[in-house]
């Protein structure tokens, strides 16, 4: 089990690992603070010490959780990617949705910040 996401990075696929590292800007664009570890086995921000998302590569998507109930409009924008009720699913053989990510981001640090 890697210790760190560099370790979880390096044992990726160049192109999956790409995948990752965008996802990993995109957090980052969105929340310039947010923190790095490994929970449960897989890469995770954090936001003030807290875990924020989940990201794990898988075979055929990358997986971001958790993905809670969003607004009607976002949900619809989501919807194609919903693996689980839970879960974002981004498919290797699509273009990442990277401006969708940083909105379902930015709905996550804004519920954050309310709770």
């Known amino acids: 089990m890697p210790a ?3 370790e979880y990075l390096a044992g990726l696929p160049d192109d999956v690992r790409a995948r990752v590292e965008e996802v990993r800007r995109v957090v980052h664009e969105v929340v310039p ?3 790095e570890t490994i929970s449960y086995a897989m890469p995770t921000f954090t936001l003030d010490g807290l ?3 989940h ?3 898988w075979k055929q998507h990358l997986g971001l959780y958790p993905l809670p109930p969003l607004d009607p409009a976002l949900e619809a924008e989501v919807a194609p990617y919903r693996g689980t009720k839970d879960a974002m699913r981004l498919p290797h053989a699509q273009p990442l ?3 969708l990510v940083a909105k379902v981001v930015e709905v996550l640090v804004e519920r954050r910040r309310r709770d």
């Open 4 to 6: 760190t996401v560099e």
């Open 97 to 99: 949705p990277r401006e």
């Open 55 to 57: 990201v794990a590569a």
């Open 33 to 35: 603070g947010a923190g």
């Open 51 to 53: 875990p924020l998302l």
